[in-house]
């Protein structure tokens, strides 16, 4: 989701005049809890023009509701800026996919000369004509989104909101010219943006996800910084397109996920040519040599003790994680609450903050997921229960999701430690095999590397309480059965279940080793 905050343009002018006069203490106090006005400009602001503010605003608005999206982005230390639609459309799954799938078909390319395709031995990408190709599409999506609103008749700004007084915010364009509005009720959508290292040279360097997708040159030979999955899925397409890759690791591979799961990742993606730094983190960033692009020195030490490495890179891809952009929109001012270490909003579970008529969805909540589907739901069901006396809540409780690293891996419910944590290893069954894609057997490659896994709840007729899977269009395969898992299919009911031959999918309903009695999980045959 977007960050930054937006306003959306009605004139809003007797506002702007008393603040020009000075009287914004006045006006405040006009909105405060002894005077509140009978009327406000607004139904609903939306706070952040990503997935979920744009979903909320459209619904609001099928109820002939006055609703206004307020949307900025600030510039990347770099400059880098976007338009409408928030992260996942700009700088995030969008432009990520369609890189990854460019990997993908470098890959089949390679793959079709033993089906009998014949062409020139060297094969070359072209990086300015693949960002070129996705910045194409992703402007025609912003443009979409601009037509959207404008024909539901909502109100869109380009401009940064806070809030500056109960039920009043302050919009301000990339002119700097303010404007005030009010409304009953805000929605905050303003989702994170990505974390800097805080060394010498981070912000003057390094690159991050909100800079690579529209990189106006090929990165190079990269070191990407960190082990989430926006680096791990980065480092993958990078190298996918021919480029030397390595990946520095503080700790462990994809925190949160299964790490069974997560570290098969990482012996695939190193067999694939894609280097590991372990237990090193960068102190010092320096340029060498300028260019597009030029050539960087990373100095990085030990986690472990005092050694220190350097590295010559011409592109360092910081990607530490996401800070949610909840401290400089004048929360503070109108009360709510937010996790101070985190920048996390704390909600019930109606997406209601502490402050009863401002509300919250999407990457910015405590203890939530950060997923683009998960916020525009709940930016949805919330609308409903507002408007239209609905009271359906945002359920997340297995939800699917899937990393697009080279090895793709979809995930839904428990991990393996997760599943032990919870229910005890004695009340779970874990149930896996390896499989090999038939589409990889003609060009005789990555034999027993797919792998898949379901965990069951002994106790509670060995119900799917968790689902993984690693191998090619993991997330479509993710899908189906995240539905099954919804509607609380057990172990029995899956293996009753014919299977489509031959597909990866069909190894999901002929399981029968189990983790604990140890038996070989490699596959032979179809």
């Not at 989701?1 to 009287?23: L, N, Q, Y």
């Not at 002894?34 to 619904?59: M, N, Q, W």
């Not at 082990?227 to 190298?239: M, P, Q, R």
């Not at 069951?456 to 059965?481: K, M, W, Y």
Request: overall charge negative.
């Amino acid at each position: 989701m977007g960050c930054g905050t937006s306003p959306c343009g009605h004139s809003g002018v007797g506002f702007w005049e008393a603040h020009k006069e000075g009287s914004l203490q006045k006006q405040r106090e006009m909105n405060g809890h002894t005077v509140v006005p009978h009327s406000y400009d607004y139904d609903l602001i939306v706070i952040g023009g990503g997935s979920g503010g744009l979903a909320a605003a459209k619904e609001a608005a099928k109820y002939e509701k006055k609703v206004m999206v307020l949307d900025f982005v600030t510039p990347t230390p770099l400059g880098n800026s976007w338009g409408l639609g928030g992260t996942c459309v700009n700088v995030g799954c969008i432009p990520k996919k369609l890189m990854h799938q460019a990997a993908l078909l470098g890959q089949a390319l390679q793959d079709s000369r033993k089906f009998g395709w014949q062409f020139p031995e060297e094969v070359k990408h072209n990086w300015m004509t693949m960002t070129e190709s996705v910045q194409n599409y992703i402007g025609s999506l912003n443009w979409g989104y601009r037509v959207a609103l404008r024909e539901k008749k909502v109100t869109y700004e380009n401009a940064y909101g806070e809030f500056v007084g109960p039920h009043t915010v302050k919009a301000t364009n990339k002119r700097g010219v303010e404007k005030l509005y009010t409304a009953e009720r805000f929605l905050i959508a303003t989702g994170e943006r990505p974390r800097y290292l805080g060394i010498p040279g981070d912000k003057e360097y390094c690159i991050s996800s909100d800079d690579l997708f529209s990189l106006p040159y090929c990165p190079g030979k990269t070191l990407v910084v960190g082990a989430s999955y926006v680096a791990l899925e980065c480092a993958g397409f990078l190298a996918g397109v021919g480029l030397d890759v390595t990946v520095m690791v503080r700790s462990i591979l994809l925190r949160g996920f299964d790490q069974d799961i997560a570290n098969k990742i990482g012996e695939y993606m190193e067999e694939h040519g894609i280097n590991f730094i372990r237990e090193f983190v960068p102190i010092k960033v320096e340029q060498i040599k300028e260019g597009t692009p030029g050539i960087l020195k990373v100095t990085s030490k030990s986690t472990k003790g005092n050694e220190i490495i350097e590295g010559e890179y011409n592109t360092v891809l910081l990607a530490i994680g996401r800070d949610a952009c909840t401290r400089k929109i004048g929360l503070d001012k109108v009360g709510v609450i937010i996790n101070e270490k985190t920048g996390k909003i704390p909600v019930n579970d109606k997406e209601q903050t502490n402050v009863p008529y401002i509300y919250a969805i999407g990457d910015i909540l405590q203890d939530k997921l950060e997923l683009t589907p998960v916020a525009i739901q709940a930016g949805r069901l919330l609308v409903r229960r507002l408007y239209a006396g609905a009271t359906t809540k945002c359920d997340y409780v297995n939800v699917p999701t899937t990393v697009f690293t080279p090895l793709e891996y979809g995930a839904c419910g428990y991990s393996e430690e997760a599943a032990v944590e919870e229910f005890g290893e004695e009340n779970i069954e874990v149930y896996h095999s390896h499989f090999w894609p038939l589409e990889w057997t003609v060009p005789s490659r990555d034999n027993n590397k797919c792998y898949a896994k379901i965990i069951c709840n002994i106790q509670d007729s060995e119900r799917v309480i968790g689902f993984h899977v690693l191998g090619p269009n993991a997330g479509e395969v993710t899908q189906g059965f995240a539905a099954a898992m919804k509607c609380g299919i057990t172990k029995e009911q899956l293996d009753s279940t014919i299977g489509i031959h031959p597909v990866c999918a069909e190894i999901f309903t002929t399981l029968t080793v189990t983790k604990r009695s140890g038996e070989n999980t490699l596959l032979s045959g179809c």
